[in-house]
């Protein structure tokens, strides 16, 4: 009986050309997932930076000269708004620096973290969103971020 044989050239090519497309593709997720990260960061801090609420900050007016920030009226009651949230509660705004590879694909995200105590950012998220206000008006802007990425990583 003869034997019947299949030689195919060109497979290790196929298959680098196939690697080569699913790094790029990694690559191009990571960079998209980084970007819409600060993109929601960005967002999230834009809410936390309101009108000041005191128009005096600085050394009272008994040990020296006081700043004047020339706001009108010279104060806004507790009732209408965070104010301006500074400190150590904006500074720890971030997302994760490195994405992490899961099953699904990629995972990271974006939170308040640092040296900031769970009861305050707690009690003033609940008072004042700034995070759920933040990621809502992030979000319209991820799929052109993502469908750039994925272009640009398919196209080469």
Do not use: C
């Amino acid at each position: 009986m003869a034997e019947l044989g299949i030689h195919i050239e060109g497979l290790a090519e196929l298959h680098a050309g196939l690697d080569r497309m699913s790094r790029d593709v990694d690559r191009a997720t990571v960079a998209a997932l980084k970007a819409t990260q600060n993109i929601a960061k960005g967002s999230v801090r834009a809410q936390m930076r309101g009108r000041p609420r005191w128009d005096h900050r600085g050394m009272s007016e008994r040990t020296g000269e006081a700043v004047k920030l020339g706001l009108s009226p010279h104060h806004q009651p507790r009732a209408g708004g965070p104010g301006r949230l500074t400190g150590t509660l904006a500074k720890g705004v971030g997302g994760v620096r490195k994405p992490r590879k899961t099953p699904q694909g990629f995972a990271g995200g974006v939170g308040v973290g640092g040296q900031v105590r769970n009861l305050y950012k707690g009690r003033t998220e609940g008072r004042f969103p700034y995070l759920k206000p933040g990621i809502d008006k992030a979000t319209p802007k991820f799929g052109a971020v993502w469908l750039k990425a994925w272009n640009r990583a398919v196209h080469r």
